[in-house]
């Protein structure tokens, strides 16, 4: 019993620094502004939001270290990634989808890890 409890907080601990889901989301007409965020190495942290054909996702962001940025959504089985920058240490644009689709915008950390700003704001198009 006890080595099994050790190995689920082992494959526990292993596990949560792979990836990183935003604690609140996006809301729409509100910048939501993250300062500091801390991504260990080859971490991956994501912020998404439901978005609508001619809305528009404001984004802007800044990292101590070099990391992979992309916007993307499921489809089926594929990722598609309107988006996609490697080897960036600040991006910021305007994103403006052609599909209705939950959308994310991902930051995934190298082998140094980093330190991640970002500022996310959605613009919902009037009816």
């Keep these: 019993m006890k080595r099994a409890r050790s190995i689920a907080i082992v494959a526990t601990a292993?596990?949560?620094p792979l990836t990183g889901c935003a604690d609140?989301?996006?809301?729409?007409?509100?910048?939501k502004v993250?300062?500091?965020?801390?991504?260990?190495?080859?971490?991956?942290?994501?912020?998404?939001?439901?978005?609508?054909?001619?809305?528009?996702?404001?984004y802007r962001f800044t990292s101590s270290?070099?990391?992979a940025f992309n916007i993307?959504?499921?489809?089926?089985?594929?990722?598609?990634?309107?988006?996609?920058?490697?080897?960036?240490?600040s991006d910021a644009g305007i994103f403006a989808p052609?599909?209705?689709?939950?959308?994310?915008?991902?930051?995934?950390?190298?082998?140094?890890g980093a330190a991640l700003d970002y500022r996310a704001l959605v613009r919902r198009v009037r009816p």
Excluded: K
């Design 14 to 16: 292993v596990a949560l």
């Design 24 to 31: 609140t989301p996006i809301d729409t007409g509100h910048p």
């Design 34 to 58: 993250v300062q500091g965020l801390a991504l260990a190495p080859y971490a991956q942290h994501e912020e998404c939001v439901d978005l609508a054909a001619g809305d528009r996702l404001d």
């Design 65 to 67: 270290e070099p990391l």
């Design 72 to 89: 993307h959504y499921h489809d089926g089985n594929a990722i598609v990634m309107p988006i996609s920058r490697d080897g960036v240490s």
């Design 98 to 112: 052609r599909i209705a689709q939950g959308y994310c915008l991902m930051w995934e950390a190298g082998g140094s």
